[in-house]
Antibody, heavy 124, light 106 residues
């Protein structure tokens, strides 16, 4: 059974950096049949895919254009986790942030496991 | 970026009835389409992938159809636990995108 456990600060000041970590159990961050994703949800922007990391003989990391100048996703094989860093935050970045696994195989597809979600509020 | 449009925004139905939810993509996504259910305070739950394949553990009353730009999620006989918000999501092109959701209410 795959489990994703999120941790990180729920309150960030404007212009600072939002940082969250997602610990993986039951799978590997270096799995060749998965990607590891950050998604956020707010009343104004709905569900928004922020970025993903996946390993296929080397690491590939993709970012959504809406945040590509401010975001970094870092996979860590030694800790079996991946992290999100979003800098220069504004109140518009206030949202519930989720980590999630997308399975990519012949037998299955879709984003099938999600973290519990972290409400991040950007406020001074 | 592919824009996903869902209709209706709110669907009022009674338990035991059939519900039909629609999703349209701004360009073809082939069959790279998923449906998710979300209840208050919870993460989205994968129901359907590949436009028509039920995910593990999803009851047979949930079915998906369509390809290209037009998709449908059908719930054949609504149970009380099915009242939630439903989202479609394309994974044909990066960035992946969601629709704005359909709220299924009693």
């Amino acid at each position: 059974q795959v489990q994703l456990q999120q941790s990180g600060s729920g309150l960030v000041k404007p212009s600072q950096t939002l940082s969250l970590t997602c610990d993986i159990s039951g799978d590997s961050v270096s799995s060749i049949s998965a990607s590891w994703n950050w998604i956020r949800q707010s009343p104004t922007r709905g569900l928004e895919w922020l970025g993903r990391a996946y390993h296929r003989s080397k690491w590939y990391i993709d970012y959504a254009p809406s945040v590509e100048n401010r975001i970094t996703i870092i996979p860590d094989i030694s800790k079996n986790q991946f992290s999100l860093h979003l800098n220069s935050v504004t109140p518009e970045d206030t949202a519930v942030y989720y980590c999630a696994r997308e399975v990519i195989s012949v037998a299955a597809a879709g984003t099938d496991y999600w973290g519990q979600g972290t409400l991040v509020t950007v406020s001074s | 970026e592919i824009v996903m449009t869902q209709s209706p925004a709110i669907l009022s139905v009674s338990p035991g009835e059939r519900a039909t939810l629609s999703c349209r993509a701004s360009q073809s996504v082939s069959s790279s389409l998923g449906w998710y259910q979300q209840k208050p305070g919870q993460a989205p739950r994968l129901l359907i992938y590949g436009a028509s394949t039920r995910a593990t553990g999803i009851p047979a009353r949930f079915s998906g159809s369509g390809s290209g730009t037009d998709f449908t999620l059908t719930i054949s006989s609504l149970q009380s636990e099915d009242f939630a918000v439903y989202y479609c999501q394309q994974y044909k092109n990066w960035p992946y995108t969601f629709g704005q959701g359909t709220k299924l209410e009693i």
